[in-house]
């Protein structure tokens, strides 16, 4: 479909919704409906808002309508040498820009490079006013006090219809290799927490079958140089391992009865949860395909300072998201009420209160 821009009809359809008092369910591609807490409203299509606004690959800075096809915007920038080098996954081929950003995900390059809110320069919205406002710009030093356009990250369309968005990229690696060493689960974990602290390429590790694997990517000579003081096997399909990895179709995930996304601090020795592990983000992801009870889960997963979200399957209904304090909660909801007086936007997709 050709570039489009249709701010002007979805800004009069949320006004027409407060009118109404009508609930919207903010959707772009599709791809990410599993995500999150079951979605009530009237659903506000925003995936025929598309097209690349601005980009000049000098600047770094890539600017797009958020129902653009995630793929179109990571081909523009491989044609120019870059990349999003938070790594978004896709979950299928409808993934758009705004539901990437709206939820937040970022892939196995996410602890060496950033997220995809620290990538976030600005953004246009129309808020639960039916206003359309502009947040931060395509500089990473021209906002000054509290920045909004990074707060859309990882909202779920809860204060806002994001409209176009803003994110600084980088120059893809010159080379990259994979490799991967036979260990049990301990032993990953204190080879990838320790390689955290020092100054290789590395720029993703995992623990999964058995096996560690670690991404190198730079320079040519500094890969090799790397690769000759790490030691381990290079892995031939290493691109296709991340790839699989990164779209959730490895067996883990394809299987999954229920599956937690759960973070701790990368040190963290094998927490004592039976199901099925893939160690991510150098062992501060942890995926867990489990049919235990959600509440011993946040039991186990609490006593060493971590938080669990509900990724895929199990009750959509209930808490998908760790439960906030009441400190938390009551700011989280003043900050819905300033953007979205009315609560239009996605009511309950993260939590009920909000």
């Known amino acids: 479909m050709a570039s489009a821009d249709i701010s ?4 009069q359809q949320v006004q027409q919704a407060l009118q109404d008092g009508t609930r919207l369910d903010i959707r772009g591609g599709g791809s990410k409906t599993f995500l999150g807490r079951a979605a009530h409203g009237t659903p506000l299509n925003v995936g025929n808002h598309r097209g690349i606004v601005d980009y000049d690959p000098r600047e770094l800075v890539v600017t797009a309508r958020t129902g653009t096809p995630l793929a179109e915007v990571e081909a523009t920038l491989a044609e120019a040498g870059q990349m999003l080098a938070f790594e978004p996954p896709h979950f299928g081929t409808t993934a758009t820009l705004g539901g990437t950003i709206a939820c937040s995900l ?3 390059r996410r602890p060496y490079a950033g997220s995809a809110r620290d990538f976030t320069l600005g953004c246009r919205l129309i808020n639960g006013r039916g206003e359309m406002l502009r947040f931060g710009g ?3 030093k021209n906002v000054a006090g509290y920045d909004l356009s990074r707060l859309m990250a990882g909202a779920y369309g809860t204060l806002g219809v994001m409209l176009d968005v803003s994110l600084k990229v980088l120059p893809k690696p010159a080379s990259s290799i994979t490799l ?3 260990c ?3 032993a990953a974990i204190e080879k990838m927490s320790g390689l955290l602290a020092q100054p290789y390429p590395v720029d993703a590790a995992c623990f999964h079958g058995e096996l560690c694997h670690l ?3 730079g320079s040519e000579k500094a890969v090799r140089h790397t690769r000759a003081q790490l030691g381990g096997e290079e892995l031939a399909s290493g691109m296709e391992f991340w790839r699989t990895l990164n779209e959730h179709e490895l067996a883990l995930f394809t299987a999954a009865p229920v599956l937690y996304r759960i973070m701790v601090k990368p040190a963290t020795p094998p927490l004592p949860l039976a199901g099925k592990w893939l160690l991510d983000w150098g062992g501060a992801q942890r995926w867990l395909a489990s049919n235990e009870p959600p509440e011993h889960i ?3 997963v609490a006593k060493v300072g971590g938080h669990v979200t509900q990724f895929r399957g199990g009750n959509r209904n209930g808490e998908i998201f760790q439960p906030l304090s009441a400190p938390l909660l009551a700011l989280q909801q003043r900050l819905k009420c300033s953007l979205d007086p009315q609560g239009i936007f996605n009511p309950g997709r993260m939590y009920a209160e909000i």
Do not use: D, F, I, K
């Open 298 to 300: 946040r039991a186990e």
């Open 215 to 217: 991404r190198l990517s």
């Open 8 to 11: 002007t009809a979805l800004q």
């Open 106 to 108: 970022s892939g196995p």
């Open 184 to 186: 049990n689960a301990a």
């Open 138 to 140: 395509q500089v990473m």
């Open 180 to 182: 991967v060493y036979e």
